[in-house]
């Protein structure tokens, strides 16, 4: 493991660590793991600082849907310009390209029900390449991001031991 | 009614981490560093394959020497880590952790009056095992200035003529200490002349942070005068399944399987399925375990820097051993006004030897948030005292 996926590794996990502690843990100058970081966002490795949020334990109405959408490739593009025409609306969190039975996977996040049932039909349905859809709304939400929601963290160990 | 018991077993000290134990176990709030287990769960996939052993029914006993799927993995990982050859057939015995495996290998060597030398601090039950297998141990006290390797004009001085066994405790618990070849060398030289046998306690071999472990079985000539011990506890955070193992010369390893077959019959079953999974597929949790102690261990060791608290650099294990000795008071009345003051709990360096005096053991199988607060807490005890001095 190089110095930079080590990097990347700690702040995948904690991306409120500053410089200082962060040259500390990877036995490396501050100096040099500023570098670092600038390079990485500047090479589009490093894409921004989110913040994982269980909205189910606020008072913020969310909704949840995975869409798998089927659509027809376009000559010369593929699936880009398709795949565009979807992220650029701001409640689609995520777009991926899928192999399997689908071509498109689209996260949404709506405050309602009905707002993503207007954005599939309205929107998403309408466009040209679309095929069809298929709208899977999330319960609930058990891990995210490799962190597992709820986990209540207890030491079990003894408290001495040799 | 007559006396019952063992004149050997009572007159055993009792561990010196016990006394500790009992006063912080009665505090709820405190924050303890005290522990010398991994803070990982075992690795999800090794868990999964011991659920699946207990479905499929895999609860019987094994052979007496483990399961033979598991020695030809020990055999590998030993080839593959430390270019090491064991025949999985008679040369490796899967044990009850390391802790048997000591017990057993001591109990197969010792007769009455032969001497072990047992360099200290060091963990808590070579003593007490070379004592109950009837031999007299003779301990060298390690220096902090050597940073607690054993140093041969060391080893010479102990070695009398009734001594028959060496043990190697690194990567040491408790001071983090290793062993590098050239230290490793000098010693093999003192052992093949003295004609002597190495117990090379080897349980923290995967967590070390300046170059790959070195076992003294690798020196040439010292393989056939060596007992590995190495284990699943600390590489795989497995404490609680309780499996270990010895490999050595098979004139050795037969006798040890004969004490294990009459005293245990066989290390747990569940333990061994999932052990096996451990080998096969276990490498990159060590390794990010690894990664995740070394940077706990660099932001301590800082974090001593920064206090100007001596401590010297420990490259294996997870444990750093800063020295006290400015305060003028025991490594126990330094923990126990620790604990008091400010709730954090470490290890008097006492309860790894006479030589441990003046220091602590610090471990850092915690996450980094916990070593932060211990660490504030510590600090400012430190200030307070060099205030009141």
Redesign the interface.
């Known amino acids: 493991?190089t110095m930079r996926d080590?990097l990347l590794?700690?702040i995948e996990k904690n991306s409120r660590i500053d410089f200082k502690?962060l040259a500390?843990?990877?036995?490396e100058k501050e100096e040099t793991v500023f570098n670092e970081i600038t390079n990485l966002q500047e090479e589009g490795i490093i894409c921004g600082f989110h913040t994982l949020i269980n909205w189910e334990k606020t008072s913020i109405e969310k909704v949840t849907a995975l869409i798998e959408v089927k659509v027809t490739p376009q000559r010369g593009q593929g699936f880009d310009h398709i795949a565009e025409r979807i992220y650029n609306y701001p409640e689609v969190k995520s777009v991926y390209l899928i192999s399997g039975g689908y071509d498109l996977l689209a996260t949404l996040e709506e405050k309602t029900l009905k707002e993503i049932a207007n954005f599939v039909s309205d929107k998403l349905s309408t466009l040209d390449s679309v095929l069809s859809t298929a709208t899977h709304f999330i319960l609930k939400k058990y891990k995210d991001h490799g962190t597992i929601m709820n986990k209540i963290q207890k030491?079990e160990?003894?408290?001495?031991?040799? | 009614m007559r006396q019952f018991l063992s004149e050997k077993v009572i007159n055993l000290k009792p561990?010196g981490?016990r006394k500790?134990?009992d006063i912080?176990?009665e505090m709820k709030e405190?924050i303890?560093l005290?522990?010398?287990?991994p803070?990982f769960d075992t690795p999800w996939h090794i868990r999964d394959e011991g659920i699946y052993s207990l479905e499929r029914g895999k609860t019987f006993y094994t052979s007496n020497a483990g399961l033979k799927p598991l020695r030809e993995e020990i055999s590998n990982y030993l080839k593959r880590t430390q270019d090491l050859v064991y025949n999985p057939d008679n040369e490796i015995v899967v044990t009850v952790g390391g802790s048997e495996a000591i017990d057993i290998a001591l109990r197969a060597v010792i007769n009455p009056g032969d001497e072990v030398i047992i360099p200290q601090p060091s963990?808590?039950?070579y003593e007490p095992c070379a004592i109950l297998a009837d031999a007299k141990p003779v301990i060298i006290n390690l220096k902090a200035e050597n940073e607690f390797r054993l140093k041969p004009d060391e080893l010479t001085s102990a070695i009398t003529p009734k001594t028959k066994v060496l043990i190697l405790p690194y990567p040491n618990?408790p001071t983090g200490a290793i062993m590098e070849e050239n230290d490793l060398e000098e010693i093999a030289k003192i052992i093949i002349e003295n004609d002597l046998l190495v117990l090379s306690d080897e349980i923290y071999s995967a967590l070390t942070y300046k170059g790959k472990h070195i076992s003294i079985a690798q020196i040439k000539g010292m393989q056939e005068r060596t007992i590995l011990i190495n284990g699943f506890s600390k590489a795989y955070a497995m404490t609680g399944w309780r499996l270990g193992y010895a490999c050595g010369p098979k004139e050795i390893i037969s006798q040890m399987t004969k004490i294990h077959q009459f005293a245990i019959m066989c290390a747990p079953t569940t333990s061994q399925y999932a052990a096996v999974e451990a080998l096969k597929k276990g490498d990159n949790d060590v390794?990010m375990m690894r990664?995740a102690y070394?940077?706990?261990r660099?932001?301590l060791l800082?974090a001593f820097k920064e206090m100007k608290l001596d401590c010297f650099e420990p490259y294996g294990a997870f444990y750093v051993f800063p020295c006290i000795k400015e305060f003028n008071m025991t490594s126990e009345e330094f923990a126990t006004k620790l604990l008091m003051e400010e709730k954090v709990?470490v290890?008097p360096g006492t309860?790894?030897g006479d030589c441990g005096e003046g220091y602590l053991r610090i471990s850092y199988a915690y996450s980094?948030e916990n070593l932060k607060i211990a660490i504030s807490r510590i600090s400012n005890f430190v200030e307070r005292l060099r205030k009141q001095a």
């Open positions: 493991m080590e590794s700690i502690e500390i843990l990877l036995g030491d160990r003894e408290v001495i031991t040799p | 561990s981490i500790f134990f912080v176990s405190a303890s005290g522990v010398g287990e803070d963990y808590v039950s618990n390794e990664k070394n940077q706990r660099r932001f800082n709990a290890v309860a790894f980094l």
